[in-house]
C-alpha cells in the first residue's frame, strides 16, 4: 500500500498491547502503595515535587482521514513537573487516592485510554501514554513516552495485515488444509 504521496507504508508491526488504562495502573499500584511513584519521560525521571493537576474524561466522536466514524473513551492525566514537594516521590497510594476522589465526581472508565499531559510550566504541554508499572529496587517505575499522531485507515490496514502476516500457513486463518 502506498500513501498519499506515493511513499511505500513501512513494514507491518504488531498493534501495541502497551497501550496502559487507568484501570490497569490503579490495579498495578494496589499492592504498592508505600513505595514511590515515579514517571519518567524524555530519559529522566519527573521531579520529587510533581503534582497531578488535572484529571479529565472524556468520550469522542471523530471522522478519521478516511471518512470512517470513530468514537472512544479517554482519561488525561496531568502532571505538572515541579520540585515543591520535598526530598521524596509521591507514594503509589496517593497518587491511587487522588484518582479515586476524581472518580467520586467524574465517571471514569477503567477500560479508557489513557494519556498523560505533562509540562514543567515551561516547556509546552506534552501528550505521552504509560508503559506497565515496573518495580525497580523500592521504587514504582512507570515509562511515560509520546503519543504520536497516526492515520487510522494505515493502522487498521497495518494491523491486519500483520495479522495476516503472523497467522501460521496451515490456519484456518490462513485457509490451507492441515501442515503436512
Not at 58 to 82: H, R, Y
Request: hydrophobic letters at 35%.
Amino acid at each position: 500500500m502506498l500513501t498519499p504521496d506515493n511513499r511505500k507504508i513501512p513494514p507491518a508491526l504488531p498493534p501495541d498491547a502497551s497501550d496502559l488504562t487507568i484501570g490497569d495502573l490503579l490495579e498495578a499500584l494496589a499492592d504498592h502503595k508505600d513505595k514511590p511513584l515515579v514517571f519518567h519521560y524524555d530519559g529522566r525521571p519527573v521531579k520529587p515535587g510533581y503534582h497531578v493537576t488535572e484529571v479529565k474524561a472524556g468520550q469522542f466522536s471523530a471522522l478519521d482521514c478516511g471518512a470512517n466514524p470513530e468514537s472512544w473513551t479517554e482519561i488525561f492525566v496531568q502532571l505538572w513537573d515541579v520540585d515543591e514537594g520535598g526530598p521524596v516521590h509521591m507514594p503509589a497510594g496517593k497518587f491511587a487516592a487522588i484518582i479515586r476522589k476524581v472518580a467520586d465526581h467524574v465517571a471514569l472508565d477503567q477500560s479508557a485510554k489513557l494519556t498523560f499531559e505533562v509540562s514543567d510550566g515551561v516547556r509546552p504541554m506534552e501528550l505521552h501514554k504509560a508503559s506497565r508499572p515496573a518495580l525497580i529496587g523500592d521504587v514504582l517505575e512507570v515509562e511515560l513516552s509520546p503519543r504520536p499522531a497516526s492515520c487510522k485507515p494505515r493502522d487498521r490496514w497495518l494491523e491486519e495485515q500483520w495479522k495476516t502476516a503472523s497467522a501460521p500457513c496451515c490456519s484456518p486463518a490462513g485457509g490451507k488444509a492441515c501442515c503436512s
